[in-house]
């Protein structure tokens, strides 16, 4: 069994230096949330798991052949000769202004159902990593999120929800009712302050506030939140009462995209390690300052032994 299970899509990406319009040059690599976490997990020698979509493709060979390398267990993953992988451009057009394209409508990944789960649900995990991407690809990856919830749930795994909300996908409306109940499921919620609201905003009486709204998402079964406030940091809350703060590591910033995967998987890794809450944020905040440090998504992340390496001091 897996120590994470994931699944997700992952995307063919070019990473263009400038602007795509004047033909700057592109790197090619792969992109995608939760691939993205699996990665950081497998280089601290976590156990993880990824099952999604490729189609049977060139961009579809690079994402398995990059996860196997980077020593994710991709056995659940399939092959859908019929669908093309999905794809997204991101140009840096200015300083740290990055603009993205995806091509993912129709995609291998859209077509994700239960079924393709069943085997690596049965296999178990002992946590389940879900996104709210997953959530917005389709009927079809909206019906496996909620099944391998309620599954990892029955089954006694950590059920960890990174918000991730993504508004060239969806709607905050849209949503805030396909999360809803999903919450049941839950055990911890990760969102960036910004998107409280999209979460709790199919709720009864949408709470206002970041307070009000850990309140309002401990009331639902969700046993801890996690709040990332970028630069200032992240907080904690569980349904204990104990809260706990951490300001943001201060490291040179090369490329935010991907710091808030690694930050959940920062997270998870303290999780499967036994530490405490204040323990889990900090391998968060310390991977998280890995990715904002490092060109690329998952490219910067750190092996085990590498954990050190940023040594600044928080608020230094
Ligand atoms: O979190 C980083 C992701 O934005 C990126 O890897 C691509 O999954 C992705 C998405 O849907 O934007």
Not at 154 to 164: E, I, K, P, R, S
Not at 176 to 200: R, Y
Not at 275 to 300: I, M, Q, Y
Request: charged fraction near 20%; charge should be negative.
């Amino acid at each position: 069994a897996a120590d994470v299970l994931t699944f997700g899509e992952t995307m063919l990406a070019a990473q263009l230096p400038g602007p795509l319009a004047i033909g700057a040059e592109a790197r090619t690599t792969i992109a995608g949330a939760e691939s993205n976490v699996a990665i950081g997990l497998a280089r601290l020698g976590h156990r993880a798991a990824w099952a999604g979509l490729v189609g049977g493709d060139e961009p579809g060979r690079l994402i398995l052949r990059t996860l196997r390398g980077e020593g994710v267990d991709t056995s659940p993953a399939g092959v859908r000769p019929e669908a093309p992988t999905g794809g997204m451009l991101r140009e840096r057009r200015v300083a740290d202004l990055v603009r993205v394209h995806y091509w993912r409508r129709h995609s291998a990944a859209s077509l994700l159902t239960p079924a393709d789960l069943a085997p690596a649900l049965r296999t178990g995990a002992r946590v389940l990593h879900l996104t709210g991407i997953t959530c917005a690809l389709g009927p079809g990856p909206l019906e496996a999120v909620h099944e391998a919830a309620a599954h990892a749930h029955a089954h006694g795994w950590t059920v960890a929800l990174d918000v991730n909300h993504r508004q060239r996908l969806w709607s905050a409306e849209d949503a805030g009712e396909a999360l809803l109940p999903l919450l049941e499921h839950v055990t911890v919620l990760i969102a960036s302050d910004d998107e409280l609201p999209v979460v709790t905003g199919a709720f009864a009486e949408p709470p206002r506030g970041e307070e009000a709204a850990v309140d309002a998402l401990l009331a639902t079964g969700v046993r801890e939140v996690v709040v990332k406030r970028g630069g200032e940091g992240a907080a904690f809350r569980d349904r204990a009462g104990y809260r706990h703060t951490v300001p943001a590591l201060r490291v040179p910033v090369r490329d935010t995209v991907g710091a808030g995967d690694a930050f959940c998987a920062g997270y998870l890794s303290g999780l499967l390690d036994g530490l405490s809450p204040d323990g889990r944020l900090d391998r968060a905040n310390t991977l998280g300052a890995f990715a904002v440090a490092s060109d690329g998504d998952w490219e910067g992340l750190p092996r085990r032994d590498e954990l050190g390496l940023l040594t600044a001091a928080p608020g230094a």
